[in-house]
Nanobody, 121 residues
Framework: QVDLMESGGGLVRPGESLNLSCKAYGTIYSINVMGWHRQAPGKQRELVASITSAGVTNYGESVKGRFTISGDTAKRMVVLTMYSLKPEDTGVYYC???????????????WGQGTQVTVSS
C-alpha cells in the first residue's frame, strides 16, 4: 500500500509564490516518478510537473518557467515551488507517484487526496 500526503495549499494573490509538498508512505520498494497534476473546475486533470528517480523533470506548458519541482524519489518526497501565480493556476493539486509496493512485481500509479490552491485578488 502506498499513501501520498500533500501539504501547502492555500489562498494567495496573483504574483505571489507558494510551495506544495508531498511525502509517500507505506511499504514501498521503489518509486519511478513522483509529481503533481491539477484540476480546475470544469476542466480535465492536467500535468503540472514530475520528477523521475534519475532526477529528470517534466513540466506542463502553462507552468514552464514559473514552477519548479524538486525532491528525491528515494526519499519519497517532492516539493513544488510555484512562482508568479496566476488566477488560472487555481485548482486542486494532486500528488501522484508511479510506485512499486513491496511484495508486488509491478508498478502502479497512486494519487493523493488533493490540496486546494486558489489564486485571487
Amino acid at each position: 500500500q502506498v499513501d501520498l500526503m500533500e501539504s501547502g495549499g492555500g489562498l494567495v494573490r496573483p504574483g505571489e509564490s507558494l510551495n506544495l509538498s508531498c511525502k509517500a508512505y507505506g511499504t514501498i520498494y521503489s518509486i519511478n516518478v513522483m509529481g503533481w497534476h491539477r484540476q480546475a473546475p470544469g476542466k480535465q486533470r492536467e500535468l503540472v510537473a514530475s520528477i523521475t528517480s534519475a532526477g529528470v523533470t517534466n513540466y506542463g506548458e502553462s507552468v514552464k518557467g514559473r514552477f519548479t519541482i524538486s525532491g528525491d524519489t528515494a526519499k519519497r518526497m517532492v516539493v513544488l515551488t510555484m512562482y508568479s501565480l496566476k488566477p488560472e493556476d487555481t485548482g486542486v493539486y494532486y500528488c501522484n507517484a508511479d510506485a512499486r509496493p513491496i511484495f508486488r512485481s509491478g508498478y502502479s500509479n497512486y494519487w493523493g487526496q488533493g490540496t486546494q490552491v486558489t489564486v485571487s485578488s
